[in-house]
């Protein structure tokens, strides 16, 4: 992909699909990160994203289509909410267990797949990390 005249790659572009994935040491098989420096890795291995938000985003952004996965999160979650969820707090999925380690702090790389900057500020501002 290009980006103001240069080449960026980058792993934000997700489809959701259905049945069990293999979450290794450093990500989620099949869904490698494009920059391990700010993504991907032990502590980021798994971006989980609240299904719940996708509402106010519709509301935010009317005539956007957006598929799960749209954010960047490689685990689209429910009931799983900003609130509610500590860093350090553990889940179990299937045979894993995972624990939240810290916020997602978007990239340019958003702002390239909404085709719009200011998604970016839209983001943070809303609180839906």
Request: with cysteine; net charge neutral.
């Amino acid at each position: 992909m290009v980006f103001r005249g240069e080449a960026v790659t980058t792993g934000i572009f997700k489809e959701p699909i259905e049945g069990r994935v293999k979450l290794g040491r450093l990500n989620l098989d099949g869904d490698k990160q494009a920059d391990l420096t700010v993504h991907g890795g032990e502590d980021k291995a798994v971006y989980a994203y609240a299904w719940e938000h996708y509402g106010f985003w519709r509301d935010q952004l009317p005539g956007t289509t957006l598929s799960y996965g749209m954010f960047g999160e490689n685990l689209t979650t429910e009931d799983l909410m900003e609130h509610a969820v500590n860093i350090g707090d553990q889940f179990q999925i299937g045979s894993v267990k995972i624990m939240a380690t810290q916020p997602r702090m978007p990239c340019y790389k958003l702002a390239i797949k909404f085709r719009r900057m200011d998604i970016i500020r839209l983001f943070l501002a809303s609180g839906r990390s």
